[in-house]
């Protein structure tokens, strides 16, 4: 089975700076999808970035931007000029490409975020 | 994307009774998905609900506990039974959309709570 590790439970960033989430996985599978969402106060799973695992660049989306390393399973978060919205708990998510990708989410614990004004 | 409603947004339930939870879906899925976040804690899949035959439960998870229903492509239930103060948590769903499926949607959350 996937597992998904984040080895930071919680952590501070100063606004405008960059902080760096790390997330580790575990899968003998070479075709997958991961993630990372971002969980605020009200509950609601937001979609932050996607990579595709057949994919060799890395995923960008405004600030958001990964470090994809497939050899070495590691899949982090970088999130540059940091904003107050930006405080969350953010989870790393592995999906298997299998059965056409109908598979569901494996979490990671979560990193909780802060950002301090 | 896909608008999902779930329903209840929270409640307060008496031990020994059920609640169910229903999510509900503007767009065919081709996967609907329940889970359960424990306070302060991350998701746990309980079972993935098929159209038209019995959900597949998770370790851990029984259809006596926790019985689900998908009588369409965009509509599904999730109740929790005999509740006791454990099963106090945060209940989501979360589907996949025809097309889309490379992103999962989620539900705003049901946070339940026992007592």
């Known amino acids: ?117 | 994307s896909a608008v999902i409603s779930q329903k209840p947004s929270r409640d307060i339930c008496q031990r020994g009774t059920s609640l169910t939870i229903q999510c509900q879906v503007d767009s065919q899925v081709t996967m609907m998905f329940w889970y359960r976040q424990q306070p302060g804690q991350s998701l746990t899949l309980i079972a993935t609900a098929n159209q038209g035959s019995e959900a597949t439960y998770e370790s851990g998870f029984v259809i006596d506990k926790f019985p689900i229903s998908r009588p369409n492509l965009t509509f599904s239930t999730l109740t929790v039974s005999n509740m006791s103060p454990e099963d106090s948590s945060i209940y989501l769903c979360s589907v996949l959309v025809r097309g889309l499926n490379t992103e999962a949607f989620f539900g705003q959350g049901t946070r339940l709570t026992v007592v």
């Open chain 1, 1 to 117: 089975a996937q597992t998904v590790t984040q080895s930071q439970p919680e952590m501070s960033v100063q606004e405008a700076e960059t902080v760096t989430l790390s997330c580790t996985y575990d899968t003998s599978e070479s075709d997958y999808y991961l993630f990372w969402y971002k969980q605020p106060p009200s509950r609601q799973m937001i979609l932050v970035i996607r990579q595709e695992a057949y994919k060799q660049q890395n995923a960008t989306e405004n600030r958001f931007s990964v470090n994809f390393q497939k050899a070495a399973k590691s899949f982090s978060l970088k999130i540059s000029d940091s904003q107050l919205g930006d405080a969350a708990m953010y989870f790393c998510a592995y999906r298997s490409a299998l059965f056409s990708g109908n598979t569901p989410l494996v979490f990671g614990k979560g990193t909780r975020l802060s950002v301090i004004a």
